[in-house]
């Protein structure tokens, strides 16, 4: 069971809130925040639990991962689109420098392997065979 919390208290802007400013939250964090004194932040797409003032007075933000499905997949394809583009930039810049000091053979620094094994321009996809045409 979840409980729905705006992260920015709607009573402080007169009644207004965003749907971007809602989490879902578990009932036991529900109550920290309501009961104890801590609070929910959004920093850069990513929620924090903050506690309240301790005695040295140390705020130490606790990163609150999603646990809904969407954002893992997304959190996913991110990864994969990033491992992509470092594989592509690291092909652009050996080409650029060729593959002298690498210890690859000539040529060979010149295929990049990308997740999955296949190199630049090369694809696990089924290829059609060649058909020839019949009159």
């Known amino acids: 069971m979840t409980e729905a919390h705006h992260i920015n208290e ?3 802007h007169e009644g207004c809130t965003d749907l971007a400013d809602g989490i879902l939250l578990c009932p036991y964090h529900h109550t920290l925040v309501h009961t104890f004194g801590y609070r929910v932040v959004r920093i850069e797409g990513e ?3 903050i506690p309240p003032p301790g005695e040295n007075g140390e705020r130490i933000p606790i ?5 809904s499905p969407l954002e893992k997949e ?3 394809l991110a990864g994969i689109k990033a491992a992509t583009e470092a ?3 690291a092909a652009r810049a050996a080409a650029g420098r060729g593959s002298a000091g690498t210890g690859i053979a000539d040529g060979a620094g010149d295929r990049a392997v990308r997740p999955g094994g296949q190199g630049p321009g090369e694809s696990s996809a089924y290829l059609p065979t060649q058909h020839t045409r019949t009159a």
Do not use: E, F
């Open 47 to 49: 929620y924090y639990l």
């Open 74 to 76: 997304r959190l996913r």
């Open 87 to 89: 594989a592509d930039a």
């Open 63 to 67: 990163r609150m991962p999603s646990k």
């Open 10 to 12: 709607w009573v402080a």
